[in-house]
């Protein structure tokens, strides 16, 4: 990347074409974790990689190299956010496909709850944890985490599951 900053779909394209060198063995763990970097300087650049690397079929997240997990780390807030708001999207979306038997979409949202709870296990344990107790609190109604949940209009049953999937998170 350049030293200007990447938009959403210049992130997007750039996650994709390093997870896809990466995954064929034409990029090493090192140089991988670097240009993730760039991108984890910004939320629309760690947003982009994220919905490459979580949703996508890139085994990344579910073999993370070790380079690639400290600079994840070293991004602090910025990737936890992300982390654990796309841990309750997708726990709240298995709910959602599982009610309209979409099969295939259910089994992609658990399998993005999954990476995230991996993720989240591997980052700094107290910024997690502030920001799944933000989540917890929301549920209840109270706190600065009520206009996310707010803003997906979330029933019942998808904050018990997003409930349950944060509870999984410290478990190992």
Request: net charge negative.
């Amino acid at each position: 990347m350049s030293n200007k900053k990447p938009d959403f779909e210049q992130a997007m394209n750039a996650a994709m074409l390093w997870c896809n060198s990466w995954e064929e063995g034409n990029m090493s763990d090192e140089v991988l974790a670097d240009r993730v970097a760039e991108l984890l300087q910004t939320k629309i650049g760690a947003r982009g990689f994220f919905v490459i690397s979580l949703s996508g079929n890139c085994p990344l997240m579910d073999r993370l190299p070790e380079p690639l997990v400290f600079q994840l780390r070293e991004a602090g807030e910025i990737v936890v956010d992300l982390t654990v708001k796309n841990l309750a999207m997708s726990a709240a979306m298995a709910i959602t496909h599982k009610s309209n038997q979409e099969k295939d979409l259910q089994e992609n949202s658990e399998r993005i709850t999954s990476r995230c709870i991996d993720l989240l296990r591997l980052l700094d344990p107290h910024k997690v944890k502030k920001h799944l107790e933000i989540l917890l609190d929301a549920i209840k109604g109270v706190g600065e985490g009520v206009k996310f949940l707010e803003r997906w209009n979330y029933n019942h049953e998808q904050k018990i599951a997003i409930a349950e999937s944060i509870n999984t998170v410290p478990e190992k």
